[in-house]
DNA sequence: ATCAGTGCAAACTTTTTGCACCGCA
DNA sequence: TGCGGTGCAAAAAGTTTGCACTGAT
C-alpha cells in the first residue's frame, strides 16, 4: 500500500519480444526503440512524444497499434483530445492515481491487496450486468496534497 | 445500481445560467439546446453527436469550450479517439462509466450505495496516509463490450 | 527470394479559427 | 447600437493509408 513500488521484476524486452510472436509479429528495432522510450517515461505519451525521439510518425502509429494487440502497450483513457500510450499493465504492474485538484501532481499509489480484490470483484459483477466483459479498472483519488490544504488556511 | 438513475433533482438550466453569467457569458438558445441534448443523453457525447442534432459543429465545439469553462460540462476520458462531453458533477450527480476499451463507448453506471461509501471510507485513509485530504474520486470500468467481445471472435 | 516492417507523402478525420452577419442587452 | 454569439468555409492538428523499398529469415 502507499506509494507504488513500482517494482520491474520480470524482463520487459523479453516479455513484450514473448508477446508479439504470440500473434506472428517481430519484435524489430523500432518496436524495441519504442518499448525502450515508454520504459523511460514516467507517464503516459502521446504518439508524437515518441515520434519526436526517433521514429517517423507512421511508424509509431503502427507499431502503437500492433503493440497494443500484442497487448505490450495499453491506449491510456486520456481527457480525449489525443491518443495516449503506456506499457500494459502487466508489464507495469497495477497501481492507481491520487491526483492533487490544488496544484494538480499526481501520485502513483497501490491500494491494499484485500480492498484491490473486493474493489474488482464488485465491479466485475457490475460490468458483467452491463453485457461487458471488465478488462480492468481506473480509480483516480482526487484530493488536496498537504502543501494545497496549507495554503488553503492562507486566503 | 446498474445503469444509472439519473436523478436530477436541481432546476439544471437555472444552475447552468447561474455558472455562465458567473464567468460573463450568457445562456443562449444553442448552448441550451446542447445542455438539452446532454441532459437527454444517458451516456457522454461526442461533438458529432450533438451537431448532427441541431447546431453547426463549430458551434457545438465553441460552446462546449465554454460550458466547460463554466463548470457546465466535463470532458470525459474516453479512449483517446474523440473527446466526449457530460454535464457535470454538480449538475448530474456522482456516477462512474463503463468504458469499452474496443469502440470507446462509455455507459454511465452507479455502485450500489454500500459499495460507494465503502469505496470513499477506504480511499479517504489511503489518501490521508500520503498526505491528502481526499475531495472525491474518478472510478471508470474498463471493459470489452458485448459487441466488440463477439467481433473479437471473429478475428 | 520472400515477405514483414519501414519511411515518405498524401489522404482522411477531428478540431479550431477567420470573418461576415445577426440579434439580444 | 455595440458586442457576444452564430454559421460557413477554410485551416490546422492528429491519425491512417498506399506504395515502393529494405532487410531479416
Redesign the pocket.
Known amino acids: 500500500m502507499g506509494v507504488a513500488a513500482n517494482s520491474v521484476r520480470i524482463d520487459v524486452h523479453a516479455e513484450a519480444e514473448r508477446l508479439l510472436r504470440a500473434i506472428d ?2 519484435y ?4 524495441r526503440r519504442l518499448v525502450e522510450t515508454l520504459l523511460a517515461a514516467t507517464h503516459p505519451l ?3 512524444d515518441i515520434a519526436d525521439d526517433d ?5 509509431v ?3 502503437l ?2 503493440l497494443e494487440q500484442a497487448g505490450v502497450v495499453s491506449k491510456v483513457l486520456t481527457n ?1 483530445e ?2 495516449a500510450f503506456e506499457l500494459a499493465e502487466r508489464l507495469k504492474g497495477h497501481h492507481h492515481h491520487l491526483v492533487c485538484v490544488g496544484c494538480g501532481q499526481v501520485l502513483d499509489i497501490d491500494l491494499p491487496a484485500d480492498i484491490e480484490r473486493r474493489l474488482t470483484d464488485d465491479m466485475t459483477s457490475t460490468a458483467r450486468s452491463a453485457g461487458f466483459v471488465l478488462v480492468g479498472h481506473r480509480l483516480d483519488l482526487l484530493g488536496r496534497c498537504s502543501t494545497c490544504v496549507t495554503s488553503d488556511r492562507d486566503d
Request: hydrophobic share 25%.
Open positions: 509479429q517481430r524489430s528495432d523500432g518496436r502521446v504518439a508524437t521514429l517517423p510518425q507512421s511508424s502509429y503502427r507499431n497499434t500492433v480525449g489525443r491518443a
